[in-house]
């Protein structure tokens, strides 16, 4: 997504499980473009078009530090289903 001619916001969609679900990840607005409500306009541009291709239902990743985003996809209408645990390689 685009303001001003500046990249301020992707989003990764992808339709998945025989057509059903979209499947959104990789959501990032860039900080002095948060709480404009982009993400949702991002995430609903996403829902659109996965509709149109008989998606029904949708599902996210989301790290469980980032409280913002978490908030934002409760007020969604998303819900914990699982986690995962990351681990990283020590050097």
Request: aromatic share 8%; proline share 2%; charged share 15%.
């Amino acid at each position: 997504m685009y303001l001003d001619g500046v990249l301020v916001a992707v989003g990764r969609g992808t339709v998945t499980g025989q057509g059903r679900w979209l499947g959104l990840c990789l959501v990032e607005v860039l900080p002095a473009a948060r709480r404009q409500g982009l993400a949702v306009r991002l995430i609903r541009a996403l829902a659109d078009w996965a509709a149109e291709t008989g998606a029904t239902d949708a599902f996210l990743q989301v790290e469980q530090s980032n409280a913002g985003a978490v908030a934002l996809y409760r007020k969604l209408g998303f819900t914990t289903h699982h986690t995962y645990l990351t681990r990283i390689a020590p050097q």
